[in-house]
């Protein structure tokens, strides 16, 4: 008899969602989806609209992550105009980019991931939030949000505000960043050092409690993409977009980022809002590719910096030389390199006097009808793809988001964990959280993704082949 198991909402993620899990006549895991239950429509909305205005739209698609669509944004409206954005400026939203990671992997390493990695997946679902961190790991707790109040408060120092900043524009941006201000933040850099050495620690002891997991965490075959340097260093604002395969061989590299379109195509499902994107020339199936920062330090050849190349060098440890790391679970360990990277990246920017240059924004009207703006987003790839009349109204918008760049591995990913965890008569919270966990490692913004809120707490059912309701679990 064929079962279906829910799970809804899914919890500590950005968004709404929840997951099916189809079972077989003998009890054992067919299938599982990730449906995504958000629709919001940023894409059509946005037409009739001038390009001016989408960095200040689109950075409300999110408001975990609205630096990054402010910048995608932005750098679409830049070649709309067709002009050389100043030095400054690039260095000034490279600043405020740096910021927006540091900011985005502090909330999801320490506030979302953090219950389940220090308390255990197993523990008390009632303690296992940041509550209950709280209690068990003040130190840890306390150090994960001055972490990420960092990077807020330098966005906030850029932008006159952290969430939403109206900040960068087709151009440049609007202003540049006071001396007084330079040396604030460049003050607080050693304590927030300190605090990622703290959570590399945290991870690195949490490795050898879940060791027997890691490889049902997402761990399979896939490409992976992302942005890298002329020289293939890590690159999270600017660059060229290079793809991977699962034994680390090359298969694109330097494409321009206005061509993302030879390589990706969007799949649909009826079953989902979020889309499926794939590698074109593969296919759905084996052009398959995860994006974001476990993909990031795969397609790069170095970091760039001294302390996250050195941790760059221990990340490759664990699937040996050459080859890309495949377990989804490390998601968590690359965060954290991000953070010191970003880290170090933002102490070279402030001692480095091109913020003392007063031109900080090129103007121009309309000279191209198409705009393509990408950068790295917390969560992997983000493109931003505009059609415009010569009056500067939008015509076409395509917003590729990262979180949907992931759907296919997250599906992939859910249905390991649940063949590895879930059976039809064990319905324990521990096997739930875990499968929820797949989903936590990619971070996903379903917010961004989808373009109606959770109405329930979390709710698994389980129906047989004529939908009859066998068995029920709610989470209160």
Known sequence: ?????????????????????QLDDQGRVADARFHVTEFRGFEKFCIGRSFWEMPGITARVCGICPVSHLLASSKAGDAILGVRTPAPAIALRRLMNYAQLVQSHALSFFLLSGPDLLLGMDSNPEQRNLTGLIAAHPEVARAGIRLRAFGQHLIRTLGERSVHPSWSVPGGVRAGLEPQAKHEIRAQLPEMFAVVDIALDLFK????????????????????????????????????LRIVDADGKIIEDQVAPENFAQLITEGEETWSYLKFPYYAPLGPEKGMYRVGPLARLNV????????????????????????????????????????????????????????????IRSRAGVN??????????????LFHHYQVDDNGLLEK??????????????????????????????????????????IRAYDPCLSCSTHEAGRMPLQVELRDVDGRLLDEVRRA
């Open 300 to 359: 790069c050849d170095f970091a760039g910096t001294r302390k996250a190349d050195r941790e760059l060098r221990q990340f490759r440890h664990y699937c040996g030389p050459g080859r890309p790391v495949s377990s989804s679970f490390f998601y968590h360990y690359a965060r954290l390199i991000e953070i010191l990277h970003s880290l170090e990246r933002i102490e070279e920017i402030l001692d480095n006097d091109i913020l003392a240059e007063r031109h």
């Open 368 to 381: 191209q009808n198409v705009g393509v703006g990408v950068c790295e987003a917390p969560r992997g790839t």
């Open 205 to 240: 002891d949490a490795l050898d409690r879940v060791k027997g997991e890691i490889d049902a965490y997402g761990d399979f075959p896939s490409l992976f993409m992302g942005l890298v340097g002329e020289d293939g260093s890590l690159e999270h604002y600017d660059g060229r």
């Open 397 to 438: 918008v395509n917003l590729i988001i990262a979180t949907g760049q992931n759907n296919l591995a997250m599906n992939r990913t859910i249905k390991q964990i649940a063949q590895r965890f879930l059976s039809a008569d064990r319905l324990d919270e521990g096997l739930l959280n875990r499968v929820e966990h797949g």
């Open 1 to 21: 008899m064929s079962r279906t198991i829910h799970i809804e909402p899914i919890t500590r993620i950005e968004g709404h969602a929840k997951i099916s899990i």
